[in-house]
């Protein structure tokens, strides 16, 4: 039987083999990060390729939808402290996300874009970023975040395309996105007029 402290360093032995695998899993001669012209820093491409190519792994530690909540929160706060708002959780399916908050995971550098060259496929507990279409050597890559529409003020788009949106939200919600930002636009008109028309109260002289 191990003794404590042997326990202690084949734990420690299991981790860094466990990291090791992942860092392996992270590495691509496709891309590479450097300064963005949308955001911080950005992945790009190094290398022409085809649609469908198999770009990156995003790689992670795999967590419950618990803890995920928990550590969202906490890179939330971290990143508003920078004040920016990167968070490093991607979602795997119903029950696990995976937190790719490692420093060696370059496709959590990846920005979003409203017309992305780049789409994530999901295998089994895996995540894959695969060329959306065609790409030529030096294309910032990018992919849909796929965010909730809910939270569209607090995320501004900077992709520059010409479809851009504006907001970070998924493409599949756009038609809501038009809705509430319509629906913004006209309050900010009623409210306008309605101040105009209240009369101010006239001091009484006495
Ligand atoms: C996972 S990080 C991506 C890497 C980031 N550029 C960096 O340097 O850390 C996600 C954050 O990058 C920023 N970002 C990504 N795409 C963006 C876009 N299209 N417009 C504006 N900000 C973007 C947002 O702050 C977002 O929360
Ligand atoms: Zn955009």
């Known amino acids: 039987m191990l003794k404590e402290p042997d326990k202690k ?25 450097r300064g963005s012209v949308i955001h911080g820093r950005g992945v790009y491409a190094t290398a022409d390729m085809k649609k469908d190519d ?16 928990s550590r969202a929160s906490v890179q939330a706060e971290l990143a508003a402290q920078h004040g920016d708002a990167a968070v490093y959780i991607f979602t795997v399916d119903d029950d696990y ?11 959590r550098l990846i920005n979003h874009s409203c017309e992305p060259n780049c789409e ?18 030096g294309e910032e890559l990018s992919f849909d975040y796929g965010f909730e529409v809910d939270t569209w003020e607090e995320h501004l788009c900077r992709c520059g395309k010409k479809s851009c949106v504006g ?37 009484s002289r006495r």
């Open 97 to 107: 996300d995976l937190d790719g908050n490692l420093p060696w995971n370059t496709a």
């Open 54 to 69: 198999k770009i990156i792994e995003y790689v992670g530690e795999l967590i419950s939808k618990e803890e995920s909540v």
């Open 9 to 33: 360093i084949e734990k420690q032995a299991k981790l860094i083999r466990k990291f090791k695998k992942m860092w392996e899993r992270s590495q691509s001669d496709l891309c590479e990060v």
């Open 167 to 203: 907001h970070i939200v998924s493409r599949t919600q756009w038609k809501e996105l038009e809705k509430k930002k319509a629906e913004k636009h006209a309050w900010a008109i009623i409210t306008k007029h309605a101040a105009k028309k209240i009369p101010v109260a006239k001091k």
């Open 120 to 137: 994530a496929w999901i295998d089994k507990t895996r995540i894959f970023i695969h060329a959306l279409r065609n790409i030529k050597k």
